[in-house]
């Protein structure tokens, strides 16, 4: 089964609220990854997970934080985001960081209203 | 410089034709490795095909291969016998250096037609 899931599929907030995406995969991965993705752009990556440590950042604005809570879960917390950030959110997991492949969830589309 | 160039952003083939997607690379390290991932409208990622930089055969799975150049930088997707449900967006990726760093093409955009 190679299945990442991503909740919710859509969310739509506002610049004041606090929200969290949800990444889960049950493929025994130990790498986990966060992007975001404009439209008609390539994905853009935002975290590294390699065994629940961040292990890359690539210069995120701080209103995104990630959390990996185990092994099997990686949450992305928001709170107070701009418009521009509109995006769909992809999570992905592999074996491990390295040469191994990228399996992708389904996304969440995000509107910061 | 880019990392990786796809210099089609469109594409058009005829259903049950093969068509091939370019794709170059530029790296300095002797250990890296190719991917192409499809994402169709509904926005997932799938994963397609596999190349790495010490493989001496092409990567091949199913309708897919990977037409792989080392010497050229070049590792273009082939898709035999195109079907409707090919119509998608289609990503070349690398990973390369010691950080693993992953970076992704702009994509090309094939339109399968009946």
């Known amino acids: 089964d190679t299945e990442v899931t991503q909740t919710p599929k859509h969310l739509v907030m506002g610049m004041t609220n606090k929200k969290s995406l949800k990444c889960e995969q049950h493929?025994?991965?130990?790498?986990m990854y966060w992007y975001k993705q404009k439209a008609k752009k390539p994905p853009e990556l935002m975290f590294v997970y390699s065994y629940e440590k961040l292990s890359i950042n690539e210069s995120v604005p701080s209103r995104f934080s990630p959390e990996c809570p185990n092994s099997s879960l990686l949450n992305l917390h928001l709170h107070a985001l701009q418009p521009e950030d509109s995006a769909l959110y992809l999570c992905a997991s592999s074996q491990a960081v390295g040469t191994y492949e990228q399996y992708f969830g389904p996304g969440t589309r995000l509107t910061v209203t | 410089a880019q990392k990786i160039t796809q210099t089609q952003p469109g594409m058009f083939v005829q259903e049950k034709e093969a068509v091939t997607l370019d794709c170059t690379y530029d790296t300095s390290d002797p250990s890296y490795g190719l991917f192409w991932y499809k994402q169709p409208s509904s926005g997932e990622m799938i994963f397609l095909i596999y190349q790495g930089s010490y493989d001496q055969q092409n990567a091949t799975e199913g309708r897919y291969s990977l037409n792989f150049q080392k010497a050229r930088k070049s590792a273009n997707l082939v898709i035999s016998a195109s079907q409707l449900g090919d119509s998608a967006m289609y990503f070349c990726a690398m990973r390369e250096g010691p950080g693993n760093q992953f970076y992704f093409g702009t994509g090309t955009s094939l339109t399968v037609i009946p």
């Open positions: 493929m025994g991965h130990r790498a």
